[in-house]
């Protein structure tokens, strides 16, 4: 089997109420989220949760809706000193505050750690999961060829079903394909953790609050994102963090003004990137700068005033 962790499904609120109270035994806990479009605009339909047990508990958020927040305990959870283990907390946090008014507490993005430890500033764009994870399996020799070999068959045959959309999700009962899917990844989450921190305490501890602290800040920012920005799919894609204290600001670029703005070969965000101090990346419609509060809001206005410039007219000889 592809799915090496015990998967229990929780869809009564008895089970629910039962499984967190055992959550709030753990430190830590990894957290992943299956859904609808999730977002903002759309549904919340799985959110699995795995300590150091190995159990990967399956909240089934479609069947259970709020209750299992209110009731069931979960918003309690989700807002509590239990660190929370992430792959990327954006969407799922995005989803959490605006449909189920829950907002995480504690949070520790294995994305941010990945960017911070092992990205150099000229790399412009975030690591998905799927290379982490494998680059994970592969370097901590965690399963056996075969057992890593099965992972991506399950991957696949699952991504093959959403190529006619994720509304999979909503069907009840679960096959028993979607519950190892659902498991197969937060299993490795707090193992990917411990892996990559540092082996002296000190040090690990200190990453660790770097960490949760610009993780913390990440899905705040993003939250707060209008629609128009948060739901844009290419821009998630941009590095949004390089530095622990690091902001970040997303500016909208007319179609009509992205060439100026670029310039030929890039030579203008270079210039705006060195004269600001901030990392400046243009993706479709979207810029996203990010750095100190001071370099950001140096280049925010250099990129305005870029946008803002009337465009050159050659004038008939």
């Known amino acids: 089997?592809?799915?090496?962790?015990?998967?229990?499904?929780?869809?009564?609120?008895?089970?629910?109420q039962d499984a967190v109270a055992q959550l709030f035994q753990e430190a830590e806990v990894?957290?992943?989220?299956?859904?609808?479009?999730?977002?903002?605009?759309?549904?919340?339909?799985?959110?699995?949760?795995?300590?150091?047990?190995?159990?990967?508990?399956?909240f089934d958020i479609h069947t259970l809706k709020d209750e299992?927040?209110?009731?069931g305990g979960l918003k309690a959870f989700l807002?509590?000193?239990?660190?929370?283990?992430?792959y990327d907390v954006r969407a799922d946090c995005d989803a959490l505050h605006h449909l189920h008014r829950a907002d995480v507490r504690a949070s520790f993005d294995?994305?941010?750690?990945?960017?911070l430890k092992f990205q150099d500033a000229t790399d412009l764009y975030l690591h998905g999961l799927k290379r982490v994870l494998a680059e994970f399996l592969q370097e901590s020799g965690r399963l056996t060829e075969d057992q890593v070999q099965g992972v991506e068959a399950l991957k696949e045959q699952v991504h093959e079903l959403f190529e006619t959309g994720t509304e999979i999700w909503r069907e009840r009962p679960l096959s028993p394909l979607l519950i190892q899917y659902a498991a197969v990844d937060?299993?490795?989450?707090?193992?990917?953790?411990?892996?990559?921190?540092?082996?002296?305490?000190?040090?690990?501890?200190?990453?660790?609050?770097?960490?949760?602290?610009?993780?913390?800040?990440?899905w705040r920012r993003f939250v707060a994102?209008?629609?128009?920005?948060?739901?844009?799919?290419?821009?998630?894609?941009?590095?949004?963090?390089?530095?622990?204290?690091?902001?970040s600001h997303v500016l909208h670029v007319p179609t009509t003004r992205a060439g100026a703005l670029i310039g030929k070969k890039g030579a203008n965000i270079q210039a705006i990137r060195a004269t600001s101090g901030a990392q400046v990346c243009v993706r479709d419609d979207v810029a996203m700068v990010v750095g100190r509060?001071?370099?950001?809001?140096?280049?925010?206005?250099?990129?305005l005033a870029k946008i803002a410039e009337r465009p050159e007219r050659h004038m008939a000889r």
């Open 1 to 16: 089997m592809a799915s090496l962790a015990t998967a229990v499904l929780v869809d009564t609120l008895q089970q629910c």
């Open 30 to 58: 990894a957290i992943d989220i299956e859904g609808v479009d999730l977002s903002r605009a759309g549904e919340v339909c799985l959110i699995q949760a795995c300590g150091r047990s190995g159990t990967v508990f399956l």
């Open 68 to 71: 299992a927040f209110e009731l």
């Open 79 to 86: 807002e509590s000193d239990v660190i929370k283990v992430f």
């Open 110 to 115: 294995l994305q941010v750690l990945r960017a």
């Open 186 to 218: 937060v299993q490795f989450l707090l193992g990917m953790k411990r892996f990559w921190l540092p082996e002296d305490p000190m040090a690990a501890r200190q990453l660790q609050d770097d960490v949760m602290r610009a993780s913390d800040r990440r």
């Open 225 to 247: 994102l209008p629609p128009e920005y948060a739901l844009h799919q290419s821009s998630k894609r941009i590095r949004d963090v390089y530095e622990a204290d690091d902001t």
């Open 293 to 303: 509060p001071e370099n950001v809001e140096a280049a925010v206005q250099l990129i």
